[in-house]
């Protein structure tokens, strides 16, 4: 029995469930934010053996059949309408969030990747060190919210330097959302840097690029693909400006010693699935970009049928290995 963490809109793991039916493999899919509006969960420590059952209008699962876990895209409790009271309200969120946390850490199974990991995994600043560590190249980068810094750092590269965020990538104000995606810096853009003291900024020497690479590992298997990003004006400081499908993509052999890098990488992390940025610079150099412990693959395979990424993370949650 196959668990998977995740919420209504999510359509990859829509994807995968379509293969899971296929194959007549057994899953119970949670979204969050039905619990516990609509879910009801039972928790039990007694003589130190702690048992229980998840109870959806569907199916009931015991703890004891959780097999392996798919911790994918849970989001926050949503509670019943009939609720208006808005500090009532926040402290069912407040009091669902806390009980789904510790009843993650204390499901003894294969987890796919395992939350905590999976926190400490997006903090870019130790990414960069473990990608580091491992032996990948990984470009010049500055995080500050001291000017005087910034400026120097920004001059030290002739404001050949990009912005990007530290984990916020969307801002909501009121009903209208909104991206920030990896901005050029240049010399039009020196009279802003003071603004830097009001949050820290990551600035990084810009990487010059001849394609980008997204590498998938799932488990000790490796999926590369080439996205050529500067084929279109939009997408050639930040591909994810542009519709996946909308730039050119194939499947990329990289370097033997490359993938072996992405596995030990996603290994020290402690996760076991790890969505990977390169860019392949002009001189045929695969720089680091990040690491996201839980990105997006679904449209990759969707195009490239010969990918087969929900196959094998069907076959890692199946298999523990």
């Not at 009801?40 to 959780?66: A, C, M, Q, T, Y």
Request: hydrophobic fraction near 40%; proline fraction near 5%.
């Amino acid at each position: 029995m196959i668990l998977i963490i995740t919420n209504r809109q999510d359509q990859t793991a829509d994807f995968l469930i379509v293969e899971l039916k296929r194959r007549k493999i057994d899953y119970f899919r949670f979204n969050t934010e039905d619990f516990p509006k609509s879910i009801s969960i039972h928790w039990l420590i007694r003589d130190g053996v702690i048992s229980g059952f998840i109870n959806s209008p569907k199916l009931k699962l015991n703890f004891e059949d959780i097999t392996s876990i798919w911790y994918r895209r849970p989001i926050r409790a949503i509670p019943d309408s009939e609720i208006l009271d808005p500090e009532t309200r926040n402290f069912i969120i407040e009091e669902s969030g806390a009980f789904l946390e510790g009843l993650w850490k204390t499901l003894k199974c294969f987890w796919v990747s395992n939350p905590d990991s999976i926190r400490i995994a997006e903090n870019k600043m130790f990414q960069l060190q473990v990608a580091s560590d491992v032996g990948f190249i990984t470009w010049p980068t500055l995080i500050t919210n001291d000017p005087i810094s910034a400026r120097n750092f920004c001059t030290d590269f002739q404001f050949d330097v990009v912005y990007k965020t530290l984990k916020k990538g969307k801002l909501l104000r009121g009903d209208e959302q909104s991206f920030i995606f990896t901005n050029r810096v240049g010399n039009d853009k020196a009279d802003k840097l003071d603004n830097i003291k009001f949050a820290p900024t990551l600035l990084q020497k810009y990487i010059h690029k001849n394609k980008e690479l997204r590498i998938t590992v799932v488990g000790n298997k490796v999926f590369t693909i080439e996205i050529d990003s500067q084929s279109t004006q939009s997408a050639i400081h930040d591909w994810r400006r542009v519709m996946n499908g909308n730039l050119p993509h194939k499947i990329f052999n990289p370097p033997v010693e490359v993938e072996k890098k992405c596995v030990q990488l996603v290994r020290n992390l402690g996760l076991q699935f790890g969505a990977i940025d390169l860019i392949l610079t002009p001189d045929n150099e695969c720089v680091f970009v990040e690491i996201n412990p839980n990105g997006q693959w679904a449209w990759i395979q969707q195009l490239l049928p010969d990918i087969l990424i929900r196959e094998s993370l069907i076959n890692l949650l199946l298999n523990q290995e």
